[in-house]
Structure formats: C-alpha cells, structure tokens
C-alpha cells in the first residue's frame, strides 16, 4: 500500500512544465494528535491545497473512536491493521485494501480493537467540520 502512495506521489514530479503541484514528502507531514489518535497531514489549504485534504491516520491497539457527524464525504482506505468502522449505525470491520465511504451528514466512528497498530489515508474536502455527540463541533487542524 505503502508503495502505491510512493508511487502517486514521485508522478506529480512529472508535470508538464509551468504547472506547479508541490510534493510532501512523509518527513514533511504536519502531526496532529487528537482522541488518541494521530493524524499526519500532508495535504490541506495550510499547504497549499484549495479542495482536498488528506492524511495518514495511525490508530493504536485498543482505540475506541469518538463518535462524529461529518459536514462532508470522507473516503479512508485501510493501509495495515484492521479496524471497525460504524456509519449511521451499520458496523463494519475492514482490513488493508479495503475503503470506507462516509457520506456528508453521516454519523461516523472508528475502533481499533485489534492488538496491533492500524493505519488509513484519509480524504475529504477543505472546509471538513466534526459536530461531537455533546453538540459541539470541530474544525480539525489537518482540513485547514
């Protein structure tokens, strides 16, 4: 998986002249950590982007996600280690290769129970807010 993300990335070297794509290196990703959970951010309007953020997620053993209702479409592909994802109320437990959809206005959560390190990249658009089960809501740093 690691390989592929290897392989998109050395391709944006390759544009044709005079268009500018900047390329984030994983030494350069910003580090956030949050709930537990830490999210390394390698493309977000902080960066340059105006439409897309991405990131690493890196769940640890044992990880109870906190419940959250997106403002707009995620896509996570599962890069190692297994995880149980739960959109508006359906559970369901994906491994590497496998892709979660989360529809804007979802309720979303993500579990780690596994007793081993999961890791997925994550995608979404700028402007991404999380309302938390308490009402409140999050403008995460790895979407600005």
């Given at each position: 998986m690691v390989r592929l993300l290897d392989y998109f990335v050395k391709q944006?070297?390759?544009?044709?002249?005079?268009?500018?794509?900047?390329?984030?290196?994983?030494?350069?990703?910003?580090?956030?950590?949050?709930?537990?959970?830490?999210?390394?951010?390698?493309?977000?309007?902080?960066?340059?982007?105006?439409?897309?953020?991405?990131?690493?997620?890196?769940?640890?053993?044992?990880?109870?996600?906190?419940?959250?209702?997106?403002?707009?479409?995620?896509?996570?592909?599962?890069?190692?280690?297994?995880?149980?994802?739960t959109i508006d109320g359906t559970v369901t437990a994906l491994r590497p290769g496998e892709v979660a959809f989360v529809p804007a206005g979802a309720m979303f959560g993500l579990d780690n129970t596994s007793g081993a390190p999961a890791t997925a990249w994550v995608t979404t658009s700028v402007g991404l807010e999380a309302t938390l089960p308490d009402g409140s809501s999050i403008s995460p740093p790895w979407v600005r």
């Open positions: 944006l070297d390759y544009l044709p002249e005079g268009i500018i794509m900047p390329v984030v290196r994983e030494h350069d990703a910003v580090e956030h950590q949050l709930h537990g959970v830490t999210f390394n951010s390698f493309v977000a309007p902080s960066s340059g982007s105006t439409e897309l953020c991405a990131w690493r997620l890196e769940v640890a053993p044992g990880t109870t996600g906190v419940p959250h209702r997106v403002s707009h479409e995620e896509v996570l592909l599962i890069m190692s280690g297994e995880v149980t994802v």
